[in-house]
């Protein structure tokens, strides 16, 4: 081994020290999946020309990446279970490789599905990836910074979001006018030909990305990860960590703070996705002037901005508690939602800009509080694992909201479903405030990962 671990586990699987270069190494992995994710809001407005689909089919490009996910998350954590997290972040790079390949065929065959099978490749890939890295993040150290272990990890999320809008912008998009208005006056032909060779520019952004995902493969392949596995006493008095996937997933279907973390997670990742999905498409619809290269500065802007949340977060979580930022993060983003709906120019695209850095807390405090309302901490790999498959609202609710746009013609008035979620998010974070015990400032951050449950 490279790096060599000298961490002791504690009993419910948390360690005595964070191992600073694993954790670091660990944290990198979260930008991975983050510009894999973006580059999918890309892929939808460039696909919507191509392949000239409706706002509800574009959406499937959601559906088959955050598909994956959803099928994949427990055989991940039962990887985790058997073997480590180690082996789980490894299978789940090399199945990203395979993943990013996979666009080669696709842009050669030029079918839509076929793309579509590629992303959902990518998909398991970071399915793995997610399953082990964000349980893992949060117990790799002392038990008392699980959240903010969780919270510094998902801060390097957005760097990997900027990095690839800007590879789509550069190497997917092209100047001059939109594909649309670049392919009405093209005969079949003329437009076969100019199609093939959009979609072969969609396979550039991918070979980047594989030469980091085989680097960070090596270097995770040689470095020695600590355990972090919750052991109790069995009925023999032996010390046992395993649990079966039919008595966890009981254990977890009666927990009912689980399974409301689950469903205010599947909204909030639905929410986040389909507003980044159609910021292009909105900026685009209001100002027809604009191309596609253009049209993913204001992408650029919102993962800036969702960084700058973040960070801002991070700062307010200690002084005022993580229920009150995101109750109150989640009414300024409704509002900011109301301002898209009904502003008939192209501020409302800068509106969905500063919805962006108001997502910033909710992943991370989200998954947090749910996994630790898992008080059997032998059911934890799996518990993380079911939070990850609530990723699967990334599916849906663009679906949901492509569906809206088709049917009543208004790109602008489909942004009601994400403000619907933001709205129960609030409600459930001001519910969670009534009902928990008022913590003085002093002690906020020991409350906010006590009752910690991305």
């Known amino acids: 081994m490279l790096i060599k671990d000298n961490t002791v586990q504690q009993a419910d699987g948390y360690l005595d020290r964070t191992p600073i270069f694993q954790y670091v190494l660990l944290s990198i992995c979260f930008p991975l999946w983050g510009a894999a994710a973006s580059l999918n809001d890309i892929l939808i407005t460039q696909f919507k020309s191509v392949f000239t689909l409706s706002d509800t089919a574009s959406a499937f490009v959601q559906s088959a990446f955050y598909g994956g996910y959803f099928l994949i998350a427990i055989p991940a954590s039962r990887v985790i279970k058997r073997w480590s997290y180690k082996l789980s972040i490894l299978i789940g790079l090399t199945v990203y490789v395979v993943g990013c390949s996979l666009f080669f065929p696709a842009s050669t065959m030029a079918t839509y599905s076929v793309f579509l099978v590629a992303l959902f490749a990518i998909a398991v890939g970071l399915s793995f990836l997610e399953t082990s890295c964000n349980t893992y993040s949060s117990m790799i150290g002392p038990r008392k910074w699980a959240t903010l272990r969780l919270n510094i990890s998902q801060t390097f999320y957005p760097l990997g979001s900027i990095a690839g809008i800007l590879l789509g912008k550069y190497l997917v998009f092209t100047d001059g006018e939109n594909l649309q208005s670049q392919m009405a006056n093209m005969d079949p032909a003329e437009r076969l030909t100019f199609a093939h060779s959009m979609l072969e520019r969609t396979l550039q952004p991918y070979q980047y990305i594989i030469m980091v995902l085989i680097g960070m493969l090596i270097l995770v392949a040689l470095t020695q990860f600590p355990r972090c596995k919750p052991t109790h006493m069995g009925a023999k008095g032996r010390e046992e960590d395993s649990a079966g996937i039919v008595e966890t997933l009981r254990y977890l279907v009666r927990n009912r703070a689980f399974m409301r973390g689950i469903l205010i997670q599947f909204l909030y990742v639905g929410m986040q996705t389909t507003v980044w999905s159609f910021t292009i498409r909105l900026a685009l619809t209001m100002d027809h002037s604009l191309n596609e290269r253009a049209a993913a500065n204001f992408m650029i802007w919102s993962f800036a901005a969702f960084f700058l949340g973040k960070v801002i977060a991070n700062f307010l979580i200690p002084r005022l508690g993580a229920n009150r930022v995101i109750v109150l993060y989640s009414m300024l983003g409704s509002l900011g939602l109301l ?14 800009v500063v919805v962006s850095a108001l997502f910033g807390p909710c992943w991370a405090t989200i998954y947090a509080r749910t996994l630790d309302s898992i008080e059997e901490k032998r059911f934890t790999e799996t518990g993380g694992a079911v939070i990850v498959m ?11 909201q492509g569906i809206v746009s088709d049917l009543t013609g208004s790109m602008q ?20 405030h009534r009902s928990e015990t008022p913590q003085t400032p002093e002690l906020a951050p020991v409350y906010a990962d006590a009752t910690s449950g991305h």
């Open 413 to 432: 008035f489909s942004f009601i479903v994400p403000l619907a979620c933001f709205v129960a998010i609030g409600w459930h974070f001001a519910s969670l």
């Open 390 to 400: 609530a990723i699967v609202g990334g599916a849906v609710i663009p679906l949901v």
């Open 339 to 352: 301002y898209v709906i009904f502003t008939p120019n192209l501020s409302a695209a800068w509106a969905a």
